[in-house]
C-alpha cells in the first residue's frame, strides 16, 4: 500500500501540489482499491481479474453516504466541458478511482480510456453510445468510426471495459438529475494523453481530460504521442 507516493514524491517542486492515494478516504473506496490490487496480483488474465472484481465493485455502487456532495455535482470548470466533473477519489499511476458528474442533457465528447476496468452508473441514467474502429489506427489524426451499439445506463447498472474493445464511446445524461458514474480503471486516467474523436469529421485529436480536483503533470502531448506533435 505504498501508492501514495510511489514516483511522486516533489516536496518542493512544480509538482508538489499533485495529490495521489485516497482523495477520498473512507472505508469503502479502500475495500475496493484493496481488492482490486489483491486480484491484480492473482489474478494475470485481464478478462478473468475483471470479472472477479465485479462484486467488489458491485458494493460500492450499490453502498449509500460515502460520496461527498462536492464530488457528485457539476464542474462549471471543466476540462471536458459541458459542466461535466471530474473527480478523482483514489489516483495511483496505474490505477484510480473517479466520479464523473454530467449535467443533465450534457455529453461527453468521444473519447477513449486506454485502460481496463469497471464504469457504473451511482446516480440518474444515461445514454451510451459505442463506436467501432474500421481503420487500421496507423495514422494518429484520423479514424473512422461507425456506432456498434447504444444502451441505456440506469442507476445501479455497470459493465467491463477491455480495450481496445469497445473503448471509444460517448455518454450523455438522459435523467432529469446530474448523472453520477463511478470509473474503475487501470490508469491515472484523467492525466493519461488519450484521444478524442469526431467521428463526422474522422479526426483525432490528443485529449487530456484532467481532474476537477487534483492537477496533472505538465507535460505536453507531444511528449507521450511525438506523432501528434504538429
Ligand atoms: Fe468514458
Known amino acids: 500500500m505504498c501508492d501514495f507516493a510511489r514516483g511522486h514524491h516533489h516536496p518542493d ?5 499533485q495529490q495521489f492515494g485516497f482523495l477520498v478516504d473512507v472505508p469503502e473506496i479502500r475495500e ?3 481488492e482490486t490490487r489483491r486480484l491484480s496480483a492473482e489474478i494475470a488474465d485481464t478478462a478473468a481479474r475483471v470479472e472477479a472484481l465485479k462484486p467488489a465493485f458491485s458494493k460500492l455502487l450499490a453502498a449509500d453516504g460515502w ?4 464530488f457528485a455535482s457539476p464542474d462549471t470548470k471543466s476540462g471536458m466541458g459541458g ?7 483514489y489516483r495511483a499511476e496505474d490505477l484510480c478511482l473517479f466520479s464523473l458528474v454530467i449535467p443533465a442533457g450534457a455529453e461527453t465528447p468521444v473519447h ?3 485502460a481496463w476496468g469497471l464504469i457504473g452508473v451511482y446516480r440518474g441514467r444515461q445514454d451510451e453510445t459505442v463506436y467501432r474502429r474500421l481503420d487500421d489506427g496507423n495514422d494518429e489524426t484520423r479514424a473512422d468510426l461507425e456506432v456498434a451499439r447504444r444502451q441505456t445506463m440506469e442507476t445501479g447498472e455497470f459493465y467491463a ?16 438529475v446530474p448523472s453520477v458514474s463511478l470509473h474503475l480503471l487501470a490508469n491515472d486516467t484523467a492525466c493519461v494523453w488519450r484521444h478524442r474523436f469526431d467521428p463526422a469529421a474522422h479526426t483525432v ?6 481532474y ?4 496533472c503533470p505538465e507535460d505536453a502531448p507531444a511528449a507521450a504521442h511525438p506523432a501528434q506533435s504538429s
Open 32 to 34: 475496493l482499491i484493496a
Open 161 to 176: 471495459l477491455l480495450p481496445p474493445r469497445d473503448d471509444i464511446h460517448f455518454v450523455k445524461t438522459v435523467s432529469e
Open 205 to 210: 485529436k490528443a485529449f487530456r481530460s484532467g
Open 112 to 114: 477513449d480510456h486506454l
Open 13 to 17: 517542486g512544480a509538482e508538489a501540489g
Open 83 to 89: 459542466g461535466i466533473g471530474q473527480y478523482a477519489l
Open 67 to 70: 460520496l461527498p456532495e462536492a
Open 212 to 215: 476537477s480536483n487534483a492537477p
